[in-house]
């Protein structure tokens, strides 16, 4: 059944024009993401090169969250694959670069940095 009623036809322009929005933050995304996995598998890019691509990615990551484009938990796992793999290339990003990336006008303070994260049992 059609829709008829002009509140009906309204959302569904709106739906289009976020449809559109949203496929092309996914798109860019998705791109970023692959160019960061080849950064990290070993296609030739120079070792300074290699986190700034990365944290490109998780940036992209952390605002198709915040938009909702992408769920939160998702973004979350594709970040922490990324990271992982950064860290296994032991090329970690700068402390700063680091902490620009996370919570980010969240509200929460950041932790120091000396403070040891507690073990659970």
Do not use: F, Y
């Not at 990003?93 to 990336?101: G, R």
């Amino acid at each position: 059944m059609a829709k008829r009623t002009a509140s009906a036809k309204k959302q569904a322009r709106a739906g289009a024009r976020r449809a559109v929005r949203n496929r092309a933050v996914r798109s860019e995304v998705k791109t970023l993401v692959v160019k960061a996995r080849r950064a990290l598998g070993g296609a030739p890019a120079s070792g300074s090169d290699r986190p700034a691509i990365t944290l490109e990615a998780l940036r992209a990551l952390d605002r198709a969250a915040a938009k909702g484009v992408l769920h939160p938990n998702n973004a979350a796992r594709r970040k922490g694959r990324l990271a992982k793999a950064l860290a296994k290339l032991g090329s970690a990003p700068a402390p700063a670069a680091a902490a620009a990336s996370g919570s980010k006008g969240k509200g929460k303070a950041a932790a120091p940095a000396s403070a040891a994260p507690k073990k659970r049992k």
